[in-house]
């Protein structure tokens, strides 16, 4: 288990990101640590990881991913997290080659992949998986990156680690009831269509572990 942990504390979503950003401001790190809440942007599509209640109609039925090309949406931010086995302390910088998970925040489901066929290019379907955080193997990810460290002003690549597809993005549209957002699946040849890059959020600094009563609410589902 990571250290994060996943409560069911109510915290109002305008209060929170109000702090988020308030704390974000002030902390200029050049690279992404355990426990940031971050906002992935696919660099080729110019579209944000994104997640919601919506369940995909075919496949595995679980909650879909997606891309959107809106900003300022909340259910685009995801937390970066330590895998089941292998603990991930906040603050501490995220190694290139480094198993992670990514849990949307609003409503605590892995970031998550598995053979199904996606919906529209017949990729290897992504999902958002699990309850409070907590689901199974197939939501590590390996973080690929060129240097020692994930940087925050990197292109990097997420390869899923059971079966080795790499996250990405290739232009393929929904209709309703999400109309224009892009489809996000696992392609197993990398490509332009597979890099992100960390855009909006809060990067968690050494020096402030367990320091704030206020950062253990940040990782609450609300």
């Given amino acids: 288990m990571d250290s994060l942990g996943f409560s069911r504390a109510q915290l109002p979503l305008t209060v929170l990101l109000s702090c988020m950003f308030t704390f974000s401001s002030g902390s200029e790190l050049k690279f992404v640590t355990c426990g940031s809440v971050?906002?992935?942007?696919?660099?080729?599509h110019n579209v944000r990881l994104h997640s919601h209640d919506v369940?995909?109609?075919s496949g595995s039925g679980q909650q879909s991913v997606t891309g959107v090309t809106?900003?300022?949406?909340?259910?685009?931010?995801?937390?970066?997290?330590?895998?089941?086995?292998?603990?991930c302390h906040?603050?501490?910088?995220?190694?290139?080659?480094?198993?992670?998970?990514?849990?949307?925040?609003?409503?605590?489901?892995?970031?998550?992949?598995?053979?199904?066929t996606s919906p529209l290019s017949s990729n290897q379907e992504v999902s958002a998986f699990g309850e409070n955080g907590?689901?199974?193997?197939?939501?590590?990810?390996?973080?690929?990156c060129a240097g020692s460290v994930w940087q925050r002003d990197e292109s990097v690549?997420?390869?899923?680690?059971?079966?080795?597809?790499?996250?990405?993005?290739?232009?393929?549209?929904?209709?309703?009831?999400?109309?224009?957002?892009?489809?996000?699946?696992?392609?197993?040849?990398?490509?332009?269509?597979?890099?992100?890059?960390?855009m909006e959020g809060v990067f968690m600094k050494p020096s402030e572990i367990g320091s704030r009563d206020f950062i253990s609410a940040m990782h609450t589902e609300f």
């Fill in 38 to 44: 971050v906002k992935l942007l696919n660099v080729k």
């Fill in 70 to 87: 809106v900003v300022e949406d909340s259910n685009s931010y995801w937390t970066v997290r330590g895998t089941s086995e292998v603990s």
């Fill in 134 to 144: 907590e689901g199974d193997h197939l939501d590590e990810w390996t973080v690929l």
């Fill in 157 to 198: 690549r997420f390869r899923h680690t059971a079966t080795e597809a790499l996250l990405s993005v290739t232009g393929e549209q929904y209709g309703r009831p999400i109309h224009g957002q892009r489809e996000v699946h696992g392609m197993m040849v990398s490509s332009s269509h597979s890099y992100w890059k960390t």
């Fill in 55 to 57: 369940r995909y109609g």
């Fill in 90 to 116: 906040r603050g501490t910088p995220v190694q290139c080659g480094q198993n992670i998970r990514l849990t949307h925040v609003n409503t605590g489901r892995n970031l998550h992949s598995h053979y199904f």
